[in-house]
């Protein structure tokens, strides 16, 4: 199967979001762990893929591989933000105990 210029830049973009999706997982796992004192801009990456989302694409597969990463991002939020909270809440145990 050919791809249209176009379509070929829709799926470098989607496996672009799959990895970007992959190393900020990375990124707040290192975050709730306390290796890093910064936490990861997941907000901006989620805002990127809802605003690329929105372009319709034609061809089945694009299309699919994109739902399949709307979803990995989605359950990997979860994860993300029960890290955070978890992260949080220890850092305020450990105030405490200070």
């Given at each position: ?10 799926k ?20 709730s ?5 910064r ?19 034609n061809d089945?597969e694009?299309?699919k ?8 991002f ?13 992260a ?5 145990v450990?105030k405490?105990?200070?």
């Amino acid at each position: 199967m050919l791809l249209s210029k176009e379509d070929l830049a829709r799926k470098n973009a989607i496996y672009d979001f799959d990895r970007k999706i992959e190393e900020m997982h990375l990124q707040i796992q290192r975050y709730s762990q306390g290796a890093e004192n910064r936490l990861p801009e997941w907000e901006r990456l989620e805002m990127e893929l809802l605003h690329f989302s929105r372009k319709k694409i034609n061809d089945l597969e694009l299309a699919k591989n994109l739902e399949r990463v709307q979803y990995k991002f989605q359950n990997r939020k979860k994860i993300w933000l029960r890290w955070i909270e978890e992260a949080h809440h220890s850092a305020g145990v450990e105030k405490e105990s200070t």
